[in-house]
């Protein structure tokens, strides 16, 4: 006979089923045409459990966001882990970043969905990870002489800015020679400023 499960661990079933029915929702018939019935009917529970878990079916939005930014960082990190050289890293980052733009579900959570649904503010606040590591990145290339800009800090805002928005461009076709034209103008405009 199996173990019975606690409580505790009752609950975080409970959370994990109800984050990954709502994502699986949100990426394929988007935020608006997603409602919070449809989320629980098939995971047999109440309305209530979800609203304890996440007040709202915006709290289950902000949630999967948060982990969908996480992935990104993730694949990011596999793609520029075995690359010692920090310049190269840099513009690996960003292309790899770009690519997640031309994947089926990121694409839809979180370059089109996401902006939709959320504040910029809050946009902003789940990017603060992978924008510190971008700033961070860029701070090391001007610390090495290997990029000239008058600030580090507002040169990443402009790259992270330029990122953000050459993204959502690659999100809105399926057309992968969007996603190379993007990746060689945000390697232009690193290689611009290089000493």
């Not at 902006?115 to 809050?122: E, S």
């Not at 946009?123 to 290339?141: K, P, T």
Request: proline share 2%.
């Amino acid at each position: 006979m199996p173990a019975k499960l606690t409580k505790a661990e009752q609950t975080r079933r409970t959370r994990r089923a109800i984050l990954d029915r709502a994502r699986y929702l949100f990426a394929t018939k988007g935020y608006a045409a997603t409602g919070t019935e449809e989320i629980i009917s098939e995971l047999g529970i109440t309305r209530g459990a979800l609203y304890h878990q996440f007040n709202d079916k915006l709290g289950v939005f902000k949630v999967v966001i948060v982990e969908a930014y996480g992935e990104i960082t993730d694949y990011i990190q596999t793609k520029i882990q075995l690359i010692d050289n920090n310049w190269q890293q840099l513009i690996v980052g960003c292309q790899a970043f770009l690519e997640v733009a031309h994947q089926e579900e990121l694409r839809r959570l979180v370059f089109i969905e996401a902006p939709a649904v959320l504040a910029a503010d809050d946009l902003a606040e789940m990017d603060q990870y992978g924008f510190a590591l971008l700033h961070e990145s860029i701070q090391i290339a001007v610390t090495q002489g290997e990029l000239n800009t008058i600030d580090a800090e507002g040169f990443a805002h402009l790259v992270n800015g330029s990122l953000n928005d050459l993204a959502a461009w690659v999100a809105q076709s399926n057309d992968p020679s969007r996603l190379k034209t993007a990746q060689s103008l945000v390697e232009t405009l690193l290689m611009r400023h290089r000493s």
